[in-house]
């Protein structure tokens, strides 16, 4: 499982540094997927996001027996699936414009963090419900979160 790990950490840093160079300006453009954001408010958002994803990456890796650290970790697999089908490939579709973050997420996100849930069913570590909810209540949470850390970002970090 560690080396899947490793993997999953691979995929959200290069999806997240697409994010991080594209996305900015790509906001920019009127849209209902996405508000206006500075480089900086997102930059500052985009890193606090993948310290947590690190964070419950080696949080389960060193503590894999915590059913937390399993549920925190899995909520971020799962969460990082839907955010390539929404809202990257959604958006690019929809405003029939590249989203920046859809090439990462449908070729990275998707098949590691699938291929980690596939195993961790195969190894009878996870039960759907717990899927579903790990994925719900990270997914909210990190939903919540981002308007918070481009605020934080907005006020701490000036381009």
Same mark, same amino acid.
């Given at each position: 499982?560690?080396?899947?790990?490793?993997?999953?950490?691979?995929?959200?840093?290069?999806?997240?540094?697409?994010?991080?160079?594209?996305?900015?300006?790509?906001?920019?453009?009127?849209?209902?997927?996405?508000?206006?954001?500075?480089?900086?408010?997102?930059?500052? %958002?985009?890193?606090?996001?993948?310290?947590?994803?690190?964070?419950?990456?080696?949080?389960?890796?060193?503590?894999?027996?915590?059913? =937390? %650290?399993?549920?925190?970790?899995?909520?971020?697999?799962?969460?990082?699936?839907?955010?390539?089908?929404?809202?990257? %490939?959604? #958006?690019?579709?929809?405003?029939?414009?590249?989203?920046?973050?859809?090439?990462?997420?449908?070729? &990275?996100?998707?098949?590691?963090?699938? =291929?980690?849930?596939?195993?961790?069913?195969?190894?009878?570590?996870? #039960?759907?419900?717990? &899927?579903?909810?790990?994925?719900?209540?990270?997914?909210?949470?990190?939903?919540?979160?981002?308007?918070?850390? +481009?605020?934080?970002?907005?006020?701490?970090?000036? +381009?």
């Amino acid at each position: 499982m560690d080396s899947f790990i490793i993997l999953f950490c691979f995929a959200i840093t290069l999806h997240n540094i697409e994010e991080a160079i594209w996305l900015p300006k790509w906001s920019q453009q009127p849209s209902k997927f996405q508000k206006s954001v500075t480089a900086g408010e997102f930059h500052f %958002a985009v890193i606090v996001i993948t310290a947590l994803a690190y964070l419950s990456a080696f949080y389960y890796l060193f503590v894999p027996e915590s059913n =937390l %650290a399993k549920w925190i970790f899995i909520g971020f697999l799962g969460s990082m699936i839907l955010n390539a089908i929404f809202p990257h %490939a959604i #958006a690019t579709i929809v405003l029939k414009r590249y989203a920046p973050g859809l090439v990462t997420g449908i070729m &990275l996100n998707i098949p590691i963090n699938s =291929l980690i849930i596939l195993r961790l069913f195969e190894n009878h570590q996870l #039960a759907w419900k717990e &899927l579903i909810f790990s994925t719900m209540a990270v997914g909210i949470i990190l939903l919540a979160l981002i308007p918070l850390l +481009f605020k934080i970002g907005r006020r701490t970090i000036p +381009f």
